[in-house]
């Protein structure tokens, strides 16, 4: 297959299945296969040769391509033998049936229904079990109709006879009416069909209701009539019990002593039961010889009809022709028995469902029919498959179970070696499996992560595949349910080798080595293309103390709060979450433009769910109020969620939304969005709150971008008032309310905004928002004590007109109109109308409108609040630079800064070269917004220091600890919610940490040097 017709498989077939096969470099095509072995060309042109464990998920019994089937198949088709001869004689299809008859082990005959699948013979027996129902109910509902015939009767010819009590004061036909209504109420019981928990027996309707995994039967629930009742598997009692709730009562009547009563009895609604002697897709469980037997005596009692599905286990696999032959139940005690994949030697589709003669109503075959059922070729296939595994007194498949003895026995040393890594080995002949550990106690993230999520299985698929060129399977249960069950199949052909067995077993056993020492690197460096077959080398020990969580009981009815972290670049994953991916290197490939490192996450993130990173417990000395914090970690970089903010967005926030209920399960009040998970949900709005509060923490972020401006200012010795301001990215959301608070202290600032449509209309709205905050400022600020923007605006725009502030007009806007219209004229006048609510008793709410528009009629250009697009511009005049954008690449020039300026970039990624802090000297460059606990405390998150927070986390702790539980900063946050939670801050012990510079803490010596540049 070319790798267009690859791409084409993964865009027009399994656009999901591809994506996970991409990710684990299994979106291989195989272009032929014999034996155990299948071969595919790599990247290179080069075929390579894998042995197949996998099986074809029980199919390959006897290898892939078996000589003597290929050729017995073509013989037929050499000989042009009719493959659709529907409604004439199937001699070959007579033949497979007469042979499958001769090999059952029962004395009864079989009748077999051939069929194209596996789920299409589990349809099949349902609709047998279903059909036989439905006779034994009008067979029941005929009884019912002679009963009520023969009462009636004998009460024409016995007026005298006394009617139950509930029926004496009416009459013998409202009784028999009574009685007769239970046939509607027959007619309408939904079958039941009993089957176990883990099963599988397919995917069309039928099928996937009696199939255990749930996430394959939710979405089309239904569509199917049958009424499932799930049972344990290898719990005989649970099977009663589940019997006995699906009898009904039926009612009839009888005659006796001159009396006519009501008798009830009991009628078995359960249309079948149906399991697998070995359950496969669930995991490799084996029925146990007292389960089987206790079934079979289950059966005698109630007379449902049993259903043995060996679809995987049969022809063979387990060591037995029927892997129910290990059990020792009476083969005729089981009413159907199922058989598909290899009965097709691995090379036809057919299915064939046996069922007892006795029980075989010959109608079903005319009801029960398919196009392609009983065609020669698929018949003569299973002849041959069924004609090499009975030779020579069944040797093939005696063999199976001596080398199923020999791999299980190997497997069960391994087990014994790595006791934290093998939890289970379980298997019968060639059709085993290994369970791995949940990993919980690894102190690698790799394996700790794809332990809980339940997706080691699959990267262990991909190991064995790279590093050893053996291919196995994971059960779909797992990829399907994202269920914490780590599992790999291991059914191989009759015709394994022993030495194939030990290289299983080696692979394996430098698999668990690497579990054991947490070196992810050497288990997943395949991802990226840096397998190395045959040649693995010494495994280097990465293991370290495992984290544990708190168990404080003081904090046992703290209130609860739940935050979202992710790393900010692909280093900090390499470097702080998992050691030994430090080896995966930094340099950028000219070609791809990427690293090994982000290679190899951009296909790991995906697989990886958000999960509980870290606990803690924070307390507030001053007022003692306590929170118990969660950290959820959403494991996608900065980069990663622009590239997929650009490219599939709504993927990305279901992604957070996912954190967010992991969050709601955890118990969480609020949750915090930390970084950029606050940006690509527009600042949480895209989230649904409907379980837990939210809140971007975007305004303490903003408080301490404010506050470390004002500290850096005091340090610098830097006169405010006099000063030039610039904010990059003022149309977003902290980037407005963070001019509007400068605004307070400086006079004249730039609002800057990149070159998309309407960014120039937008900040002009922020700069309106920022006039309101100056007139409220002004508003309750003694004049003595204005400065910045409120200052200039009173001198300016107010001071003019300051006689609409006598007493006499005070709150009385009829005096303050009279008194416009008698002294101001033209200019004057408009101005004095646009701001006269200044003086109200409450200002318009368009207040900030009013004053925008005033001062452009005054100064034609506003001199105080100047929106542009053009950041040089901008950033040459400012002595205070703040930038808060989302762009995915670096905006700003070093070159563009003036010398002296206070710079403070909290861009996510950075905006600003690093240039900025190595090359300007002159240049106070500051990594402010990070605040400080109310208690020295390691939070144990990457990048933050001892006793520091970040400030959206801050203010989630500040909800929580003050029950401000609330959507706070919800979308677009205000300068009101800013100063708000500043406050609330302030009172729990929380503040602006220490300002860093250049790494270190800045000092009023290091402003100095900065100023003397």
């Known amino acids: 297959m070319t790798q267009n017709a690859s791409a084409n498989w993964g865009r027009f077939v399994k656009p999901e299945m591809h994506t996970l096969l991409k990710a684990l470099r299994l979106d291989v095509a195989y272009h032929r296969a014999s034996g155990d072995y299948m071969y595919y060309y790599n990247e290179k042109g080069e075929e390579i040769r894998v042995t197949d464990f996998a099986g074809g998920m029980g199919a390959t019994v006897l290898g892939h391509n078996h000589p003597e089937i290929s050729k017995a198949r073509l013989d037929a088709m050499s000989a042009e033998t009719p493959m659709h001869a529907q409604g004439s004689v199937r001699n070959a299809a007579g033949d497979l049936a007469a042979k499958l008859d001769e090999l059952f082990p029962g004395k009864e005959p079989r ?33 019912i109709y002679r009963n009520c015939n023969e009462i009636r009767e004998y009460y024409r010819l016995h007026h005298d006879a006394q009617l139950p009590r509930a029926y004496r004061e009416l009459d013998i036909e409202t009784l028999i009416g009574d009685i007769m209504a239970q046939l509607v109420t027959l007619r309408s019981l939904r079958p039941v069909v009993i089957a176990a928990e883990r099963s599988f027996h397919g995917k069309t309707t039928g099928s996937l209701r009696i199939t255990g995994n749930p996430a394959y039967r939710e979405a089309f629930a239904l569509l199917s009539g049958i009424e499932a009742r799930f049972v344990k598997y290898n719990d005989a009692d649970d099977l009663r019990r589940a019997l006995e709730k699906s009898y009904v009562g039926v009612k009839f009547l009888e005659h006796r002593n001159g009396a006519i009563r009501v008798t ?58 029927f892997a129910f032959e290990h059990s020792g139940v009476d083969p005729d005690s089981i009413d159907y028995v199922l058989l598909s994949k290899a009965l097709g030697g691995a090379q036809s589709k057919i299915g064939a469902m046996m069922v007892r003669k006795s029980i075989h109503d010959g109608r079903f075959g005319l009801l029960h029919t398919s196009t392609f059922a009983e065609d020669e070729e698929s018949a003569i296939a299973g002849l041959k498959s069924l004609e090499i595994l009975t030779r020579n007194n069944a040797r093939l498949v005696q063999g199976a179970q001596e080398k199923g003895q020999y791999l299980l026995g190997e497997l069960e040393k391994l087990k014994e070696k790595y006791p934290e890594v093998i939890t289970s080995v379980r298997g019968i002949g060639l059709m085993a499996a290994v369970e791995f550990s949940l990993f919980s106690n690894n102190s690698s993230l790799f394996f700790n992560r794809s ?17 050893h060129r053996i291919r196995t399977t994971p059960p779909l249960n797992a990829l399907v349910s994202h269920a914490p069950y780590n599992l790999i199949r291991i059914e191989p052909s009759l015709y394994i080798s022993r030495k194939e067995i030990d290289r299983l ?174 940006i690509v949900t527009h600042n949480g709005l895209d989230l649904d709150d409907t379980y837990i509060r939210i809140t971007s923490g975007n305004s303490y972020t ?41 605004s307070e202290d400086i006079p004249k600032i730039y609002l800057i905004g990149r070159g998309r449509p309407g960014v120039l209309n937008d900040m002009r709205d922020v700069a309106r928002a920022i006039y309101a905050d100056a007139v409220d400022i002004i508003r309750t600020t003694p004049p003595e004590k204005l400065k910045g923007l409120p200052a200039a605006l009173a001198r300016d725009l107010l001071l003019p007109y300051m006689a ?165 900063s919800f979308g677009k946050i205000t300068r009101q919610q800013v100063v708000k939670i500043w406050e609330a801050g302030r009172i729990l012990g929380f503040g602006l940490a220490a300002i860093k510079y250049k790494d270190m803490k800045l000092t009023r010596e290091l402003a100095r040097q900065v100023r003397e540049k």
Request: glycine share 8%; net charge negative; charged share 25%.
């Open 505 to 678: 077993i080696h692979a394996l056993d430098l698999a668990c080595e690497m579990v054991t020492k947490c070196n992810a690197y050497m288990f997943s460096k395949y991802i990226v293309n840096l397998e190395t077959p045959g040649h693995t080398g010494e495994i280097e020990d990465f293991s370290r103390p495992v984290y544990t969580p708190p168990d404080d009981p003081a904090f046992k009815n703290a209130r609860r709060m739940t935050f979202l972290i992710h790393p900010l670049d692909i280093d900090q994953v390499m470097e702080e979450f998992d050691p030994s991916m430090n080896r995966f290197r930094k340099d950028v490939d000219e070609e791809t433009g990427l690293s090994e490192r982000e290679r190899y996450w951009d296909m790991l993130a995906p697989l990886m769910e958000s999960f509980v990173y870290r606990i803690v417990n924070v307390k507030s000395p001053r007022t003692g109020d306590k929170v118990h914090a969660k950290f959820i970690a959403f494991l996608y970089t900065t980069k990663q969620m622009n590239q997929l903010r650009r490219k599939n967005p709504q993927a990305l926030v279901q992604g957070v939304q996912k954190a967010v209920d992991l969050a709601a399960c955890e118990g969480g009040d609020i949750v915090g969005l930390g970084a950029f998970t606050s």
């Open 111 to 143: 009748i077999t229904i051939f069929t194209n699948s596996g789920t299409e013979t589990v349809e099949c027996a349902l609709k047998h079990a279903e059909f036989n129902r439905v006779q034994k109910l009008a067979a029941l509902g005929r009884r």
């Open 264 to 321: 009830e009895e009991k009628f078995l609604n359960a249309a079948a039961f149906i399991m697998e002697p070995v359950q496969g897709e669930g995991g490799i469980h084996i029925a146990s010889k007292s389960y089987m037997k206790a079934v079979e005596k289950l059966r005698a009692r109630h007379g449902f009809e049993w259903v043995l599905d060996e679809i995987q286990s049969g022809m063979g696999r387990t060591g037995r022709l």
């Open 702 to 742: 903003t408080a301490l971008i404010w506050q470390s401006i004002l500290k850096a200012a005091q340090y610098m010795e830097t006169d405010l008032n006099a000063c030039v301001g610039a904010v990059v990215g003022a149309a977003g959301n902290i980037g407005s309310v963070t001019a509007s608070l400068l």
């Open 804 to 968: 609409l502030n006598s007493r006499e007009f005070r709150f009385n806007p009829e005096a303050i109109d009279d008194f416009i219209k008698k002294n101001y004229k033209g200019r004057d006048a408009r101005i004095a109308n646009l701001i006269k609510s200044v003086f109200y008793r409450r200002p318009d709410e368009n207040i900030g409108d009013c004053v925008y528009e005033a001062i452009r009629i005054k100064h034609v250009r506003d001199p105080y609040l100047i929106p542009t697009t053009n950041i040089e511009r901008g950033l040459r005049e400012a002595d205070i630079v703040v930038s808060a954008v989302s762009a995915h690449t670096q905006i700003i020039d070093t070159a563009w800064i003036k010398p002296g300026a206070i710079v403070n970039d909290v861009s996510l990624p950075p905006s600003i070269s690093l240039d900025l802090y190595r090359n300007r000297p002159d240049v106070l460059a500051i990594q402010g917004g990070i605040g400080h606990l109310p208690e020295y405390l390691d939070l144990g998150i990457p990048g933050l220091a001892v006793g520091a927070t970040l400030g959206c986390m801050a203010e989630t702790f500040i909800l929580t600890m003050m029950n401000m539980i609330d959507n706070y």
């Open 451 to 467: 332990g809980a999520q339940g997706v080691f299985g699959s990267l262990l698929t991909g190991y064995l595949f790279h590093e």
